[in-house]
């Protein structure tokens, strides 16, 4: 059955800013005083499989060749985030270089565009409004290399305003797949939902066939992972069957078996528990996955969601 992409507020994030008129816009939201800015201004520049290990940014524009924007949109908080944007200014810096033939041996200054770099959180934690580079400094000093990130959270006055509309549609997705988990009814529930409130309803109307087939698809991250605890879960049942069998030839095969079986059933429970829990879903989601998988009365999967939930 098809899933709902682990990654879909990703996903949604760069198909709706690679669009000129939501970069447009996504621009106007952070320079409101730049009215003279068109679509045709903007060049986007973001950077995409330039390393071995894949760095690339959500999204890198450049605003009538003066200033570089880098944006990445974040639903977990990390304190390194100022380090990971400092990388991907030195790249875009590079490529910029490159493709302008500016030669770093010159006698001349190399003229380089106005540097911003933005996160847009999406989650709940308290965070605070600027991340500096500096702050990831053992030792406490003159700075002499410096990155600041500005943090935006979507809490713009205007309720049009192309942040506060992305940041929305990310808790609207969050909240529909806690309650349904990453099925193709959610995806539609969480599509159908942000029209009906006005959050992104001309793009999300407009491209809902597209939208649709980017956040669902066959086999994706998070088939992956299904997968790989699908198999760890199977190991775990073997291992214990396999330790049952050895110690019932003393006791007998019988025996041996019920307890492999069951030691085996055990890890895969814990498992399966452990997965829900870390991919946000509600404990009577994983209540009822228990019930389905492992043939569990509904007082027992609840105790066993109770007991391995924590």
């Known amino acids: 059955m098809p899933q709902m992409k682990r990654t879909v507020k990703d996903s949604v994030f760069t198909y709706l800013f690679k669009d000129p008129q939501y970069t447009l816009q996504l621009y106007k939201s952070l320079h409101a005083e730049d009215k003279g800015v068109e679509e045709k201004d903007i060049e986007v520049i973001t950077l995409t499989n330039v390393l071995v290990d894949d ?4 999204l890198g524009f450049l605003v009538k060749g003066r200033l570089i924007v880098l944006v990445e949109a974040q639903s977990t908080f990390s304190p390194n985030l100022a380090y990971r944007m400092h990388l991907y200014s030195a790249l875009t810096f590079k490529n910029y270089a490159d493709e302008n033939k500016l030669d770093s041996f010159s006698s001349k200054k ?7 770099p933005y996160v847009i959180y999406t989650g ?3 965070v605070p409004d600027t991340l500096r580079l500096s702050d990831l400094y053992i030792v406490k000093g003159r700075v002499r290399i410096e990155t600041e990130v500005q943090v935006l959270r979507g809490d713009a006055a205007d309720k ?10 990310c808790k609207i997705a ?3 797949r806690r309650k349904g988990g990453p099925t193709v009814e959610t995806v539609k529930r969480i599509i159908d939902r942000c029209i009906e409130e006005g959050v992104l309803p001309i793009f999300l109307a407009s491209r809902r066939r597209e939208v ?4 669902v698809v066959l086999f994706d991250e998070k088939k992956v992972r299904e997968i790989h605890e699908y ?3 199977k190991d775990a049942l073997e291992e214990g069957v396999e330790k049952g069998r050895a110690e019932g030839r003393a006791e007998g095969m019988k025996k041996g078996r019920a307890e492999g ?5 055990e890890k895969g429970i814990s498992a399966m528990v452990a997965t829900l829990k870390e991919l946000s879903l509600e404990r009577d989601f994983a209540k009822q996955k228990l019930m389905q998988r492992f043939d569990l009365t509904p007082e027992a999967a609840a105790a066993k969601v109770e007991q391995y939930w924590n």
């Open 55 to 58: 760095i690339y940014n959500d």
């Open 110 to 116: 190399m003229p380089f565009p106005l540097f911003e």
């Open 124 to 126: 709940d934690q308290e």
């Open 160 to 169: 049009n305003d192309i942040v506060r509309q992305y940041v929305r549609f």
């Open 174 to 176: 969050d909240e529909e």
């Open 212 to 215: 649709e087939d980017m956040m």
């Open 231 to 233: 198999n760890v879960r």
């Open 261 to 265: 079986r069951d030691e085996g059933t």
